[in-house]
């Protein structure tokens, strides 16, 4: 999820904990967009109160990618126009500056961009990722399932756990799983600069 987003959720977590009601449309709507998993409703549904449920959802979603946050207004839209509406302005009316473009900012060339990452350059990343890299996966648009499987089946290195998630994304995506996408997912994780540097300069 952008920076940006993920602040103003918290600025408006107690606003948003008073004023929405986590009914099954908003989540399931959430479900049906894959933002959130089985588990995460699971999660949600269980909480004792409204106010609880809403704080559970709050904590999920800035783990859930680059399009939770549109998803979320969007779910809004029939019941809770007005938090939408809220939502939205103020996201319009954020005028921090925003952040060096990516790309420049980690120094990979414009030609490498739109390449496919070599297996080379997956395992140099999988060896510098830490804790982070569930996140990153899930941004690239795996699923709580395929983590699951990448570390089921390498249960002694972190490394080959992260390494059989990148391959998958590869795999899955052929052309579309660029440099460029990556570079994107480990942005939202708060990548910082320098591991790229040493990936792909």
Not at 172 to 197: C, F, K, M, W, Y
């Amino acid at each position: 999820m952008d920076p940006k987003h993920k602040k103003l959720l918290r600025s408006q977590r107690l606003f948003l904990a008073e004023e929405l009601l986590v009914d099954d449309m908003i989540i399931q709507y959430l479900y049906q967009e894959e933002i959130l998993t089985e588990s995460h409703l699971e999660e949600i549904e269980s909480e004792s109160s409204n106010r609880k449920k809403t704080l559970k959802l709050l904590d999920i979603l800035p783990t859930r990618g680059s399009s939770a946050f549109r998803h979320f207004t969007q779910s809004l839209e029939k019941d809770f126009p007005w938090i939408k509406d809220k939502l939205l302005r103020l996201c319009a009316e954020d005028t921090e500056c925003p952040p060096p473009p990516f790309t420049v900012q980690c120094g990979v060339p414009d030609h490498i961009l739109p390449t496919v990452p070599t297996m080379l350059h997956l395992n140099q990343l999988a060896a510098r990722l830490g804790s982070e890299w569930k996140s990153v996966l899930l941004d690239l648009g795996l699923s709580s399932a395929d983590l699951y499987r990448c570390c089921a089946d390498n249960p002694l290195a972190v490394q080959s756990q992260v390494l059989a998630g990148l391959v998958m994304w590869t795999q899955r995506n052929g052309r579309e799983a660029t440099v460029r996408r990556l570079l994107h997912s480990l942005q939202a994780a708060d990548i910082p600069p320098s591991v790229l540097q040493q990936v792909f300069v």
